[in-house]
Structures are given as C-alpha cells and as structure tokens.
C-alpha cells in the first residue's frame, strides 16, 4: 500500500464519526461575503469533471470520502451546476453518506434559457438539500431570465444569495455591466496567476459594488500543476507556507484581497486536504504575490 | 452559444478519461459474453459480404439493425449517459439508424450499388478493422483487453464496422444509411482528442 493511501485511511479509521465531531488542525482563512458580512472558507470545493462520475459505486463513494476530508479540514463552500452531468447527485448522495453536515454552504448554479424554476427544484432534489445558500446563473446563459428568477427566490427566502458565472475571462464585458446595473452577492470567474484579466476591471469593481468573488479553475482543469511538475518548488514558497506548487497558486488567488474563495475540483482525499491547508497559516503580501505571478509566467 | 471561437474541443469534456474507461470497463464485464456473438455475427456478414452471397445488402441491414438499437440503448442511453448529457442524442440517433436498417431490410426497393475494386477494397480494410482488429488497438494503446471496443457492443468499431458493410455489399441508399456512422465515429474522434487535452 502507497504511503499516501495509508495516511488518507487513517483518520477514516481511527475516527469514522469525524464529521460529527470535526478536529480543525488550524483554521482556514475565512473571507465576507460584503452583502451579508458572513465570512466562509476562503478554499472550496468544485465538482466540474470531478465529481461526474455516473453510476460507478467505487468512484461515487471516494467523492464521499473527498468531501468528508473537505468539511473535516474546515471546509464549507461546495459548488455544482446542472450542466455537470452527475456530479449534483453524486453530492447530494456523498453528503447524505456523511451525515448532511450543517456547515455546508451550497453553490449550484441554473443553466437553462427557460424553465429555471423547475431545474433548481430538480438540482435541489439531487443535492438533497432543503436550499440552497447560493444559486448563479451559468456562464450568462439567459441571464436576463434567470436573474430576476433567483432574486424573487431570495425575496422569498428560498435562496441566501444570487450571482452569475463566467469562465476562462469570457464576456467580461457583459459581466461587468451586471455587476453595476443588478444587485447580485457573487460573481464567478476565472483568476489564477496566469489568468489575470479579471484584475483589470472585475476585481476592483466587486470590492467597490460589495460583490463576493468564487475563482474557478485555479489550476486551469489540472493544466497547470502538470506544467508546474516540471519545475522545482522555489526556496521562497517555504516563506509563505507553501510545500507544493497548488498551495502556491491557490495562496496567489486567495491573498487578492477582492477573492471571497477559490473552487479546486479534485477526486483525491489527498489533494483536498493539500488544497485546505492552503487556506491556513501565512499569505502571500503584495510584493510576493507579484513575485508569484511573475514566476510562473517565466516557467 | 456566445464567443464560440474561444471553445477548444477539450472544453466540451465533462468527464475525465479514467471515468471513462471505468464506464468501459464495467460495461464489458456486464455484458460478456456478448462479445464473441457480435464478432461472430460481424465475422459472418464480412464473409457473407466479400464473397458475394446472394442478398447480401438484406441480410446486412437485418443484423446491423438490432446491433445499433443495442449499442444506442445499453452504451449511450444507459451508461454514457449518467456522465455526458449529449449521449442522450447519440441514443436516439443510434436508434434511427436501427430504423432505418429495418426498414432497409423490409424494403424491396432500390438497386444494389456494385462497388468497384477501390470502394471493394476501402470496404473490406473498414470492415476488417471494425469487426476483427479494433478491440486489438486497445491492447496496442496500452490498455488491458477489460477495456477493448467491440463490434456490436461500444460505437466505434460498429460505425467503422458498419461503414466497411455498406461498402462491400453495394446496399441500395447506402449514402443515407452511412451519415449517422459517419458522425457517430467523428464523435468518438472527437472525444478521444479531447481525452489529449
């Protein structure tokens, strides 16, 4: 047996009810969600690819065990879509399995140009969950319907918080005139130390409208770490508490100070618990976060 | 959609190739052995086929008929489906083309098609790869037989199968019956160079 797979089952063992009775070895960074002032993990989790899994019994029931060690190292934001084949069902099936933790903070998102009502109801269903605390409407797709949908539903108290998505720096534009003509909580984007267009105009106009920000592909859908494997981790990521290169990129993303959370998607205990830490100990300053970035764009 | 342009294939992935081949894998094994009765009906129609048997475009579309119902219904409607939405339309498009087989097999009309030596010779090296040497590029992939694609159970060797049958055996409309294999292999083409990144 790999090192690692044993160490993945030894807490599993020694203490099967852990989510029950969570042991936070240090508390992530938490960060405000500005409409509210209610402050969550600044590492989530995504499910896009991860999680899609379909029927396959063994592969559903380590996305469990993924999310066990998500919530046991103090993790709450898990985020999910219509469009993501099984993966809803794969969560709500995983969270049912361990115990239905109350800290879960629940992002799915709609992805229809009609019908909205009905497919959030059926996300919720497959979820398993009473609402949702956060719903989006996917990449803009009908946005002009769906927005107004999600805000009655937070009117009506069937929904915490609303928002709209975007991926791989598309319709920025579009984006930034929702973010200054619609009262939303979130917006979802795609930032990394590579992918940095979003610093330009979105980043600072969240902080200045109040708007919570979710950074999706950290890694660039693992595109990234690959590349990274290549090269040696500097001396310098020691410094801010880094012992591999994820932690590097997601401590680059979550240090902005307008990033509310970042979403790696993973199907490893390992890299789950690899990524929280991520979100504990030291944070890159300015000066760092520019070395960062200016780092890997040499690589 | 919007800004189509800035779309790489590997964007439309939304599963991973190991869940893929898992899917494989368990298929296989729930439905062994089927495997050597679709090879063994494959072998028979090339056979049949090549050697110019009387009927040859009827009893084609006869067998191939029940095979794409098969294929559409157990592969895409009940296994690929569950991690890749768009497999529902493969379904049904695979179950049109088994119409259309059928009908192909009732049907008296339509004059057979005799393929030239080139068309014989595309026909038969098809055919030959579809029905009998696919599952082998799964081995010179370097993937275990577990994951090998037969002909008649996964959707690829059965287009190419299918393509190669229609070639030799001159089948009366064979430019309408071959559209769906032909977008259905550029689908499976298109899925393993997406699984490239």
């Known amino acids: ?299 | 959609m919007s800004e189509w342009w800035t779309y790489r294939l590997s964007d439309f992935l939304m599963f991973s190739p190991s869940t893929y081949w898992r899917l494989v894998e368990h298929y296989n094994r729930d439905v062994w052995p089927l495997h050597f009765l679709t090879i063994a009906a494959g072998a028979i129609l090339l056979w049949w086929v090549a050697a110019q048997r009387p009927a040859a475009e009827t009893v084609v579309a006869a067998v191939l008929a029940p095979m794409w119902l098969w294929v559409g219904w157990a592969f895409h409607w009940q296994r690929y489906a569950p991690i890749n939405w768009a497999a529902v339309y493969l379904a049904m498009a695979f179950a049109l083309q088994a119409l259309l087989f059928a009908v192909a097999a009732l049907a008296k009309g339509g004059d057979v098609q005799p393929a030239g030596p080139l068309v014989r010779t595309c026909g038969l090296a098809l055919a030959a790869i579809g029905v009998l040497l696919y599952p082998l590029i799964a081995l010179a992939a370097g993937r275990p037989w577990s994951l090998s694609e037969v002909f008649g159970v996964m959707p690829g060797p059965t287009a190419m199968g299918t393509w190669g049958l229609l070639l030799l055996a001159g089948q009366p409309h064979r430019q309408w019956l071959a559209v769906i294999p032909a977008l259905a292999l550029l689908a499976e083409l298109a899925t393993r160079w997406a699984f490239q990144g």
């Open chain 1, 1 to 299: 047996m790999k090192r690692r797979t044993l160490l993945n089952l030894v807490p599993a063992l020694a203490c099967p009810g852990a989510i029950a009775q969570p042991t936070r070895r240090t508390a992530p960074l938490e960060k405000r969600i500005p409409s509210s002032g209610e402050e969550i993990p600044a590492v989530g989790l995504g499910s896009w690819i991860t999680f899609n899994v379909g029927n396959d019994r063994v592969a559903r029931a380590n996305c469990a065990e993924v999310m066990r060690n998500f919530f046991a190292a103090g993790g709450r934001l898990i985020d999910s879509s219509p469009m993501y084949g099984s993966s809803q069902g794969v969560i709500g099936e995983g969270l049912q399995k361990i115990g239905s933790p109350r800290q879960l903070f629940s992002a799915d998102k709609v992805w229809t140009s009609s019908g909205g009502a009905a497919q959030v109801e059926a996300s919720r269903n497959l979820w398993r969950v009473p609402r949702f605390d956060l719903l989006q409407v996917h990449n803009l797709l009908a946005w002009d319907k769906q927005l107004p949908l999600l805000q009655a539903m937070k009117a009506e108290g069937r929904v915490r918080y609303v928002g709209i998505t975007t991926s791989e720096g598309r319709r920025h534009r579009e984006i930034e005139e929702i973010m200054r003509g619609h009262r939303i909580d979130f917006v979802q984007l795609t930032y990394n130390p590579l992918d940095r267009e979003a610093e330009q105009r979105l980043l600072p106009l969240a902080r200045e409208r109040g708007i919570a920000v979710l950074a999706n592909r950290p890694f660039r859908e693992g595109a990234l770490l690959r590349d990274l494997r290549r090269h040696a981790l500097p001396a310098w990521a020691a410094e801010i508490g880094c012992a591999s290169w994820a932690q590097v990129v997601l401590k680059f993303i979550v240090s902005h100070p307008a990033v509310t959370c970042a979403i790696p998607a993973t199907s490893q205990v390992a890299h789950v618990r690899e990524n929280m830490a991520a979100a504990t100990g030291l944070m890159p300053e300015e000066a760092m976060r520019q070395h960062i970035a200016a780092h890997l764009a040499k690589l």
